[in-house]
């Protein structure tokens, strides 16, 4: 019987699906768990091995638990609306609900064919409105909701009305303008208008005029991290800052919930520290400062106000809304030239440029509200508008920053510190306040902090105040790929369509490229847009992360027509307990996520306020470059030892034509018609190509297709080989060399059972107690790594059980079958065809999961070296259970032990229970 792959494969991947062995059921009496990978984005390029990588270890996980007794969810499906998708059909021609299908298609077929247990019983897509009604209700219900801070949790907007017709808004501060503030009656004396607009700056998703990346060729707004050196991250078109009517969900609201979550759930240190940097909580003071001979007051969040009295100048953001009533004419034309510069710069290039000193100064002077001293008013692309109140104090003494901003602008510093101040290095260790100020002086930062503060609010001029450097989340975009928002506009006002409306369907329309004046593309769609008599359609669609925020909820009940997800259900499957992806999703979708999960925990529609119990970040698969060198000015390729001898150029070659290092000469003549004619100059017969270690990218011809290795080697061995690269979490390179490996591996456990000449092998015997020593300490070692995703190890474990019971001519039922069902995880098919030929009817996933006794394990017996004089001559097996007289008398019987004594009576025999026995004559 020959190990044919391809055919046991095919076989078993077709008995699945119409089986459906995969399939879910929400009613069960196991214990749960979710496993889940992210939402992939189904590319046109298709999967490279790269992409597996994640999905073999969930896959191996959620098959490992099901052998464990759980009822495991595992579903799959496409995160299929967004930006990627409407581009490709740009440039192509084609409508993206075409060849979004086409793309889903392709990866379904790849997914496949490496075996995955995915239940596609629950499959869905977020471009299909029968999702998207509920991305839609749910951006409602934020809508309509506002985030009690008393209560710390969202709130019905209609009881914020109840509030506000009883006492105003005195017990709750306004999030959108922290000055307004009113009275019952004075809430009762406003007009529609003017209610709506102060509802608007409660709700948990509104609507405001804000400064964003507007990417004109893209015809969208793009996020933060979609903008790279001042163009688009994708297709490197020019972006500026363009102020724009967006919509917004309130996450800052949710910020220290989101903090203290961090500590309830399962994610690594390095997550947890981006997710916490990118909150960025921080605790100071809000200080006012008037303006020189102006009506204008400049308000400052800082956290450090013990350093108020070292005060040197002041920093706006350049798009500070008093820039311009600050500025003096003598200043106005370098303003605006500075300011048309800062427009093309990202903010995470503004950031992070922190040696690039840029600003202008505005002309005008602050009144330092301690001292009364005068500070230059700048501005400076490093404040950004968005965080705190977009302008800071600079403390030169006590800030690098502010030193070296100073020091380009010679800007005079005061020294203020006590101490002779060198002028070459700030010192932030100390506390910059004036020997002037009297009680402050000398006393440790916390008080003085505390002292300022409690100063700072007698005086009237500032108070206590929690700052986040997370924004609130923009959540439009002028594209047409994406989810309508369920809102029309009436006299500028902007209404909740009614739920029985729902689901908005997204036009299918021709042509899909942006409306006028920087609307979205279905403004052009005049037929939809307009509805009734006066009120129009929002033409924004939401972004791409909408879909992912919830998407994990809707696996657990994904047919239901009445609510987004039974509560029953919800209930049952909860948290998802494994959640796998890579480390690029860091602060956006997961944020979002966890955002939308405590929304909806707050609104009584789960039970929980945390979505992923568990993260881990797979690693990334790097590709392993290789490059042929061709002698200049010829079609001539010289072998990588012997390249030196020549004046070559560097080429890329496909690694698809290189075995290992060696290049497929014949194919790489065919591979392109320049090279047909190529010449080679080799070493010992053989091209040797130059190899990188790199990403893996199709411009580098490093890519490898799953499909190619597992029509060659099959998908149990891509599997398992993957594994075997390295731990998950970890970057590696891929070799398709070492797969070989892997394959030889599963070639010798086939033959356990059957040989190609003696055909089938496996026999009822007893198991000795040898061939049941390999066997639990493979179960306890396979199970342990299980549990702790190690699974490189486990498959190194499996090659060394298989070869200790190949070394065995171990053929045993009672062995070979327990070692399958561990197996069948990693390599689902081989295990499946074998457990099938061993006689049994149901899947091998329904078999009982071996159990570990330590009684097979115990070692009764050691391997004793025996020296004569300290020098080792033989090894002695001997029973773990005799006594030290016992194991003199049978050392000295040994015919090795009596051939070195030559008839001497040792002189005394010196034993290390457990380690050694040294005969000294």
Known sequence: MEYNFRAIEKKWQAHWQSTEVYKVNNNSDKPKCYVLDMFPYPSGAGLHVGHPLGYIASDIYARFKRLKGFNVLHPMGFDAFGLPAEQYALETGQHPAV???????????QLDNIGFCFDWSREFRTSDPSFYKWTQWIFLQ???SWFNRLEQKAMPISELIQIFEKEGNRSHVCPGDRKLGFTAAEWSAMDEVQQRDVLMHYRLAYLAHAEVNWCAELGTVLANDEVVNGVSERGGYPVVKKKMRQWFLRITEYADRLLTGLDTIDFSDAMKDMQRNWIGRSQGAEVTFKVENRAQEITVYTTRPDTIFGVDFMVLAPEHELVAALTTAEQQADVNKYQEYVASRSERERLAEVKQITGAFTGAYAINPFNNNKIPIWISEYVLAGYGTGAVMAVPCGDQRDFNFARHFNIPITNIIGDAFNGEEANPTKNAVLSNSGAYTGMPMKEAMDAINDEIEKMGIGKRQVNYKMRDAGFSRQRYWGEPFPIYYKNGLAYPLPEDQLPVELPHVENYKPG????????NVKEWVNLAEGEIRETNTMPGYAGSSWYF????????????CNRKASDYWGQVDLYIGGTEHAVGHLLYSRMWTKFLYDVDLIGFDEPYKKLVNQGMIGGSSRLVYRVKNTNTFVSQGLKSGYDTTELYVDVNIVDGLELDIEAFKAWREEYA?????????????????EKMSKRLFNTVNPDTVVEKFGADTFRMYEMFLGPLEQSKPWETKGIEGVHRFLKKLWRLFADEQKGWQVTDAAPTNEELKTLHKTIRKIDDDCERLSFNTAVSSF????????DLKCHKRAILEPLLILLTPYAPHVCEELWHQLGHDSTILDAPYPVFEEKYVVETSKEYPVSINGKTRTTMMLPLDLSQAEIEKLALENETVQKWLDGKEPKKIIYVKGRMINVVV
């Open 677 to 693: 004619s190529a010449e080679f100059i080799l070493e010992d017969g053989k091209y040797i190509c130059g190899s990188l270690t």
């Open 553 to 564: 909820l809707r696996y657990m009940d994904p047919h239901n027509n009445e609510v987004f």
């Open 142 to 144: 934020l809508f309509n």
């Open 99 to 109: 060849t979004t299908d086409i793309n889903i298609k392709s990866f379904r077929n």
């Open 516 to 523: 006028q004046d920087g609307e979205g593309p279905l403004s």
């Open 799 to 806: 090659m060394v059980c298989v070869n200790e019971l190949t």
